[in-house]
């Protein structure tokens, strides 16, 4: 466990060392005051248009984050041959997975902490109330989405040899399965074979990230989501967290490391 | 070296002249519609109108509290919009089911349902009367979608509705003022603006000028239409009839009732009316 | 006396990216041992399986028959590498952690206690001198600096067996008297160093043992006295004669 804490240590120095964070908040902070301080007919209390813009720079910001920050560990530490002096030491390749793997979820969760605070900020100065329970089930859902994200985007960095590539690739899945993945039991109902039992395979086989992504329940006020599903959902992402690792450590034992 | 320079300076000159000819064309070519010439106009060119209707359905998304059918989920007849309808900017279709959803495909439909908004709900449904009208979260779409377009009718007409709702009349007239800069022409947002003058100003003798103003720009665009807009006839008739009724005077309404006749699916219960009045059971 | 690396058999192959073969052979049948306390010299042209031969004992590479140990244990075993220390012939660093993290991350790998971490962190700095400079991101170290740091990382855990890849290449000559420094005095504390280099001149000063490879294959391996004894010569016309090299009448 110190090796694995060890590395994710280096991972996060890196993340605030590294100003990618800051400049994506510093963005979302004045766009979010921007929209903000509109005037729409004298009404300073209208707070949902604010809360989705807010909300969707929030995502958009954390997808960055998680999947840059992922998709450059393994080929930086090949490209700047720093992996070299770290796997002569009593480290196991997998130790150096979950490393990475924790270090940039832990930066991410570091992340979102900040901006969802920030959203909390401006969400209470036009409600006047605080929906901590909301926010927490939120953020937690979102973190664990996120987990996900990095546990693909580590197996896909150990799989293609440009990060551009993989990051550009894993950002288009993320968004693709945010925005339809929902609805891809409909689109194979319209269908005919063998088109239908390929969209289907696809619709259970890939990770549901939209199930994470409870902004309208944040944004219209709605109840939270009941805490066994919840749970469950934190569950679903974390079997796919492990599925992916367990995939980026078979692919990973075995690769030389050619000097 | 000066000889770039001149070229440069050259090079200026001959778009200069370009332009000053290729422009006296291009107003020809746009036409005398009322343009707003705006930065986001000159940016965005026509995909505002795109991003002006995504802004207009999202305000029907916000009015449902985020449920909401997707592009997925659209049946083949045509949606009409409830903030539209509510506002009485179209007339009101019986589209029968409103829960689109149906019944959970398999496992994960029914699971996702937990984390979306997955039941029909309107907003400021049982909501507080002492507190702020929740229906104010429609304005920033609404606003934006004008801004955007403003060539939408719906988008002023809507707005307004809602404003008159939350008894803003001054911002609602402001508006609608808007509007008919952008759209002299408009007999909806006349009709809208009288409403707001009747209701808002209790300023009867405007609130009609304004709608026998509506009524006429009606006649003078609607009937050599393949399919005038009957229900907009209809809807400036009725705000008519109920003035004068209310200011008695009876024959101006029944002549308004004897139009509304002409194009109403009711024409008897038009006719019933008529009779009521002549006879002074009104 | 205890073996410190024992090589058997080891065969390494690689997929060649020349036209008509498919497989590189990249080291042959390859047998060694290196005893305790043993400053051990790792000679051969370029291309000779050297570095091949050191990435199969750090894990980085898997040998495609035969086996390797370290100190009696296999080197796919991680724990097999918990005492020794690398010092790679390129040396590259988180360059956004300082000089004092970048060692006390490797300490945390090491499982060493923080007391007695910070304890190897002051020594070893002093030792390389770099106990003014451990405050600053590595990033704005020179390439001196640099080779130093790595030097001290790789001496970081007290290691038992020392592993260096071309330690004085860039060095100048201040530099490589230090690096000779260091295996000595590493030497008489009874570890064992087990390093490459193409400066004949220096591993015949410093080293008790030497292996010659070539083409993948150990050609000889000796005390140096006995080879320099047996040839006449001194090593670098033993190191010529061995890969084949025509000298001159």
Redesign the interface.
Known sequence: MNVIWAIAIVVLKELYRRKDFYVLFVLTALITLTMGSVNFFNDHSIVRYLKEFCLLLIWISSLVIAIATAARQIPAERENRTIFPLLAKPVSRAQLILGKFSGCWLACGVCLLVFYFFFGVIAASREHQWPVANYFQALALHWFALGVLVAVTLLGSIVFAAPSSNGTIIFVIAVGILAIGRHLNKVALQLAEPGRSIVYAIYYLIPHLELFDVRDLIIHDLPLVPWHIWALALLYAAAYTAFFLGGAWLLFRRRPLTT | MPCPYLCLAFLLTICATLATYVEPWYQNWAGSRSQQSSLLTTVMGDSRRLFANHFFVKADEYFHNGYYPTIFDQRDDARSLHIAEGAGAVEEKDEGETDFLGKPKDWIDRFGRHFYPSHHAHLGSGHDEDQPSPERELLPWLRLSATLDPQKIESYTVTAYWLRQMKRYDEAVQFLRDGLRANPSSYEILLELGRVYAEGRKDSTTARNIWELALRRWNEQEPQKPKPNKFMLLQICTELTRLELNEKHFDKAISYLELMKKTSPHPDEMQKRSEEIKQGKY | MESVVKIENLQVE?RSKEFGQRTKLAVNGLNLVVQQGEVFGFLGPNGAGK?TTM?VL?????ATSGVAYLFGTNVRE?????R?G?L??????????TGK?LLR??T????IPSAEAERRIDEVLKLVELNGAHQRQIKTYSKGMQQRI?LA??LI?NPDLL?LDEPTSGLDPVGRMKVREIIQRLKSEGKTVFFSSHELGEVETVCDRVAILCDGELKVAGRVNELVEKYQTNLEQVFLKIIGYPLPP
């Open positions: 690689y570095t990435n750090l894990g980085f590479v898997n991680p724990i097999a590498r918990q020794i690398y790679p012939e390129l040396t590259y660093y988180y360059k956004f952690l993290e991350f490797y945390r790998v090491f499982n790595g990382q790789a855990n592993i």
